[in-house]
């Protein structure tokens, strides 16, 4: 039985899947597409947490990504792994809670799923750098907040 943060992330991907290539996605289109999924309202509350922390910074997830993505425009990435990575590098970056090795390893077990073979060794070797860019431990527990983290 899939987990009901793995879920919640499968509904994140899917809803900025649908609007990736948008500057600023309107909330209305969203919220009816997170609405229309079947899922109890834990799940539902935490895939709007990870939807809404990436949409509202995105220009730095991006920037990020950019970063760690040698001779990558984020542009040129696969549609999926890009929304995999952001909502990834949001959890790195916002949710303390959240030990990095889950965030990533939940991002590669993703890409496998809906992206291509080769996927899941791209998104950790990127997820990777960034972890470290940001001096994130690689430890099973929670963590400190990341350097310039507000919370």
């Known amino acids: 039985m899939i987990g009901s943060r793995t879920r919640s992330r499968e509904i994140a991907l899917q809803v900025l899947y649908s609007c990736d290539g948008t500057p600023a996605p309107v909330p209305g289109h969203w919220e009816e597409t997170l609405a229309d999924v079947e899922c109890s309202t834990e799940i539902r509350t935490f895939a709007r947490e990870l939807i809404e922390g990436v949409l509202a910074d995105r220009a730095r997830i991006d920037a990020l990504i950019a970063g760690a993505a040698d001779n990558w425009e984020i542009s040129r990435l696969a549609t999926v792994d890009r929304n995999i990575l952001r909502v990834s590098v949001h959890e790195l970056l916002s949710r303390p809670d959240i030990p990095a090795k889950v965030s990533i390893n939940e991002a590669i077990e993703l890409g496998k799923r809906f992206s291509t073979a080769q996927s899941g060794a791209f998104i950790n070797g990127i997820l990777d ?22 919370g």
């Not at 960034?130 to 983290?149: C, T, Y």
Request: proline content about 14%; cysteine-free.
């Open 129 to 150: 750098r960034i972890r470290r860019d940001l001096g994130l431990p690689v430890d099973e527990g929670p963590r400190e907040p990341a350097r310039g983290e507000t």
